[in-house]
Every structure is written in C-alpha cells, then in structure tokens.
C-alpha cells in the first residue's frame, strides 16, 4: 500500500516544516502552496533530504473547489490517504475580514469535504487554529457560534456579520472568530470521519518565529511582550509546532481526536495568573 501524505501552507514556515516531518512518515507527499516558485523550491530540497518520501509540489488556492477536486483526484491516484497536515491560512495584516474568513475557516471546511470520500482507517488531518481563539474574551452568542456550525452556508460570511455585528470587520476580530471556527468544526468532522476510524484534531499556536509571525509583530508589538511573559519566556519555533502535529497525526495518537491542542510556550497560562 502507497500512503500519501498532504503539507497545505507548505512553501514556508510551519507548513514547510510539517511537510519535512511527514517525509519520513509517508510514501508519497503532496506539498501545497499558493505561491509556486516557493513550493516548487520546497519540494526538491525536501526531495532532496533522503527521506522516505516523493515529493510533488501542488499549486493550490484551498478556496478553490476545483483546484480540491483535483488535490484529491492526485492523492487517489497516488495511493491511500494517511496524512494531512493543514497549515495554510493567513493572518490579520495579511487581507481583509472576509478574505481571512474565507481563508482560514471555508478553505478548511472545504478542505475536509474534498478529501473526506478518501479517508479511511488510518487517516489522520490536522488543522491550524490560533492561540487567538483561546484568548480573546468572546461574549456568549448562540446565534453566531450557530452560523460557525456551517462555513459552507451560502450566505456564511454575511450570517455571521449579522450575528457578530460590524465588530467582526476588524481583521484581527474576523480571524479570532475564524480560528475559532476552526476549533467548532474539528469538533464535528471527528465525528464524520471517526465512522470509517480516521481521525482529525486542531492545533493553536502561539507566536512562533515565522515570516508571518514576524510580519505580525511588526503591527503588534504587545506580541513580543507576551511571549517574554509567557511561562517559557520565548516565541517558539516553526520545528517545535510540526513536532506537535506529527505526534498527532501519528499511530502513538491513534485515540485523540475531535480536540484542539494549545501550543503557545504558557502564554495563556501566564495570563490567567494575571486575571
């Protein structure tokens, strides 16, 4: 049996690092971007690591249906789904409200549903929330956690403005809000996927020393502030998170799923000492 692994957001940073992890785990792994020239460069210094692992570069939009229908079509011709590792997304600096929703909690769920017919026992995927979903006070409200149930809604985006209010124009309150998404729908696909015994579970960074991380210090110094505070003092590293998401999507996991793994060096900790 070939087992396929798949690396999104994979051209840099916690993605790339991801992708280098699943070389040793699967036959064949697929390296998704956006940005071609960079996931074309990572997947022959990945290829050229003398891990287990082929590695083919796959130029991706994950808000693009068509383009998932042929990631998927690729992963089934290749062999058995065993791995998705699901870094891709974009952070506050990066665009506006609805882009960073679209991004990082539609692309997810669609995502999922390109690649649920290949699931089967074994598989394991790994989504990318935030440490932001975990920190920002959010007032309860059963109406836009409602409209969270189903990014794949039509009308998603304008149902949770309604809910949310103009607030969630703010980019910075949109991705909180889409990370949390992110969190609520791993929740319900462990539960699709566990009928045919494949798993998935989240993880949240913190601040982790990545091109995008560096770029959203730059606009957020209070960033660097609270990983000085945090329990270990530092920001992590790209490596120390794909660590995390391999031990996930390991077979030594093969009992956790439908949770979301907080891995922020203590930020949060540190701060409820605070409050």
């Not at 598989?123 to 440490?131: E, I």
């Not at 703010?170 to 015994?197: I, N, S």
Request: charge should be negative.
């Amino acid at each position: 049996m070939t087992t396929v692994g798949i690396a999104t957001g994979a051209g840099r940073g916690m993605g790339l690092e991801c992708g280098r992890r699943l070389t040793g785990m699967v036959d064949r792994l697929l390296l998704v971007d956006l940005d071609e020239p960079t996931v074309t460069a990572a997947a022959r210094d990945l290829s050229a690591s003398g891990q287990r692992a082929v590695v083919e570069p796959f130029v991706l939009d994950v808000t693009d249906g068509e383009g998932l229908a042929r990631l998927a079509a690729r992963t089934r011709e290749l062999g058995t789904l065993r791995a998705v590792a699901h870094a891709a997304g974009i952070s506050p600096t990066m665009a506006d409200w609805r882009r960073i929703l679209l991004v990082d909690l539609v692309g997810t769920a669609l995502l999922a549903e390109a690649l649920r017919p290949l699931a089967t026992e074994g598989t394991a995927m790994v989504c990318f929330a935030s440490m932001a979903a975990h920190l920002a006070p959010v007032e309860p409200n059963p109406a836009a956690e409602s409209v969270l149930a189903d990014p794949l809604d039509e009308g998603f985006l304008d149902r949770l403005r309604d809910e949310v209010g103009p607030a969630v124009e703010d980019p910075g309150v949109a991705y909180t809000w889409a990370k949390r998404g992110v969190q609520r729908f791993v929740q319900r696909e462990a539960v699709r996927l566990g009928q045919v015994g494949a798993r998935v579970c989240a993880v949240s960074p913190g601040i982790v020393a990545t091109p995008q991380g560096r770029q959203e210090a730059a606009h957020h110094p209070s960033m660097k502030v609270l990983s000085e505070q945090s329990a270990l003092g530092r920001e992590g590293r790209a490596e120390e998170l794909a660590a995390v998401v391999a031990f996930l999507l390991s077979d030594e996991a093969s009992f956790l799923t439908g949770v979301d793994i907080l891995v922020d060096g203590g930020v949060c900790a540190a701060l409820s000492l605070r409050t």
